[in-house]
């Protein structure tokens, strides 16, 4: 794993910052969502505002963000 990876996986990303490293992410609730840099971290469609947290390199490398014509389309 990279340095940048190590610090990303200790670090807490809340709703609405950008996503640095493509990758699977969990939040508060126990949800995974794969991200991929440049996305934005989203809000829990019942909870509102989390935090994510990296939860490891996404397995499949051919799955596409989930951004539909560059907008985001939720989980």
């Known amino acids: 794993m990279n340095r940048g990876r190590q610090q990303s996986a200790k670090r807490r990303f809340k709703t609405g ?13 126990g949800d995974d969502l794969l ?8 809000t829990h469609p019942q909870m509102g505002e989390t935090h994510w947290f990296y939860a490891g390199p996404a397995v499949h490398y051919d799955h596409k963000s989930p951004k539909s014509n560059g907008h985001y389309i939720g989980y």
């Open 17 to 29: 910052q950008w996503v640095q490293y493509d990758g699977m992410y969990s939040n508060d609730w």
């Open 35 to 42: 991200l991929v840099q440049g996305d934005l971290f989203p």
